[in-house]
């Protein structure tokens, strides 16, 4: 029977979600014909939404900031290959979700069978989404520093209640959470908007930077890891086949293949946008500090050191944005804890319950490392390690389920997005085996 990895938000909450409700008939006119379609994809769109801002996340900031005030513009192209490469990854787990009625984790559980492999298998994925939050956690309790000169120590507690916060407003409901990761989105869209007309960037070095590959020295060939081996995280891919598994509320071809074509379209938007920001990011630190030979290694630095380049105000809406990254995507690993632990399990946790216990879990370490003096930021690197041997656990099924005729159906891949889905899922595993060997072997 299929289970339902967003269960706890009510499903009658989306709005014309059963696509059913809008029947035109190809017979009627187009412009009649062209309202039903837009009506079908305001009512379909959420999941890539709800996804995308695992890809503008507090550890996206860092990377990009870092790399754009070292480099310039020069390891652009680096991000629009990362985009692209999400894109594709993500369009899977969603096309997954839609063509089997299970979601990827669930997959997992049938795939396995015995509790002694898929128990294992759930408890890494739960390392994964745990250190996923680690991430999004230091970047609320960041932004609320930065912000309000709240105290890192007393953040880290404050920031144990805000999904729970996001939970509360929205009342469980899962269109009214899809409202607000679009203020959210929004937000972070607008605001580095406004930092890209206050940095004023260079077209030409931008340009070239975006199309000409560079790996010129280790640094740079450190910085490719960090932005494409990083980029695909564990919990996005699973918990994306689950948000659009719940769409489908008819397991006819036809509407599995409408709700497709709507997946398409929305991954498309979402995860462009979701490469535009992370674009801006790095644009906006070359343009800032990498034209003035300015050092910027962590956000706090970032911070100050916009306030007396380009005033308060740029400095407050790159708080405010970052802010709103943590927020949403704290959302988002909550969704994908769920999605995670009911798939492979067949069990389910209250949302507000599974959220307090992750936070709780991440707020330990975040403490001891802030009471021991330690930079909070340098656990970053350490979770993205753990990230990375993390990440095999979602990419290997993925790949073998959506090639799958017997389990996908019509809808099972073409062989050129086979392959290609293969070969970008090869590059990040061998990046993220650079990483890995490079962490251990001392040269981070």
Avoid: C
């Avoid at 397991?251 to 398409?264: A, C, D, Q, W």
């Avoid at 970052?322 to 949403?328: D, I, P, R």
């Avoid at 799958?404 to 595993?429: C, P, Q, W, Y």
């Amino acid at each position: 029977m299929k289970r339902r990895a967003t269960k706890g938000f009510e499903a009658s909450e989306l709005v014309d979600a059963k696509f059913s409700r809008v029947k035109v008939s190809d017979e009627e006119p187009f412009q009649l014909r062209s309202r039903a379609f837009w009506r079908e994809l305001f009512a379909y769109f959420g999941p890539a939404l709800i996804v995308s801002v695992a890809y503008i996340d507090p550890g996206n900031f860092g990377t990009d900031i870092s790399g754009g005030a070292e480099f310039r513009y020069s390891m652009l192209w680096v991000v629009w290959l990362a985009g692209i490469m999400a894109m594709l990854l993500q369009y899977l787990s969603g096309k997954l979700g839609i063509a089997t009625g299970h979601s990827l984790p669930e997959l997992i559980r049938i795939h396995l069978k015995k509790p002694a492999y898929f128990v294992p298998y759930w408890l890494a994925s739960e390392v994964a989404a745990a250190m996923t939050d680690l991430a999004e956690f230091l970047g609320t309790v960041l932004a609320l520093n930065l912000l309000f000169g709240i105290p890192l120590l007393y953040g880290t507690f404050i920031s144990v209640l805000d999904v729970i916060l996001i939970l509360g407003v929205t009342g469980g409901k899962i269109r009214r959470l899809e409202y607000m990761f679009v203020v959210f989105v929004s937000s972070i869209g607008l605001g580095y908007v406004y930092e890209i007309l206050t940095t004023v960037p260079s077209f030409t070095p931008f340009i070239i930077g975006s199309i000409i590959p560079n790996l010129s020295s280790t640094s740079r060939v450190l910085l490719a890891v960090g932005v494409i081996g990083a980029t695909v995280m564990p919990h996005a891919v699973f918990v994306h086949s689950a948000l659009t598994n719940d769409k489908v509320t008819d397991p006819s071809m036809k509407t599995k293949r409408r709700v497709l074509r709507f997946h398409r379209i929305e991954s498309i938007i979402m995860f462009t946008f979701a490469g535009l920001v992370n674009v801006a990011i790095m644009t906006m630190a070359a343009a800032a500090f990498g034209a003035r030979s300015i050092q910027v290694a962590t956000i706090e630095e970032a911070y100050v050191t916009l306030d007396p380049l380009f005033g308060k105000v740029a400095a407050l809406v790159f708080g405010l944005t970052l802010l709103a990254s943590g927020l949403s995507s704290s959302t988002t690993g909550t969704l994908a804890g769920q999605a995670i632990m009911e798939g492979m399990l067949g069990r389910r946790m209250n949302l507000w319950v599974r959220r307090i216990v992750t936070r709780l879990i991440n707020t330990i370490p975040t403490t001891i490392a802030i009471l021991s003096g330690i930079d909070p930021l340098q656990m970053l690197v350490y979770s993205q390690v753990a990230l990375s041997l993390m990440l095999p656990l979602p990419l290997l099924p993925l790949w073998k389920f959506t090639r799958d005729h017997n389990l996908m159906g019509e809808l099972v891949n073409r062989k050129i997005t086979t392959l290609l889905s293969g070969i970008f899922i090869a590059f990040i595993l061998a990046l993220n085996g650079v990483l890995l060997y490079l962490s251990f072997g001392g040269h981070i």
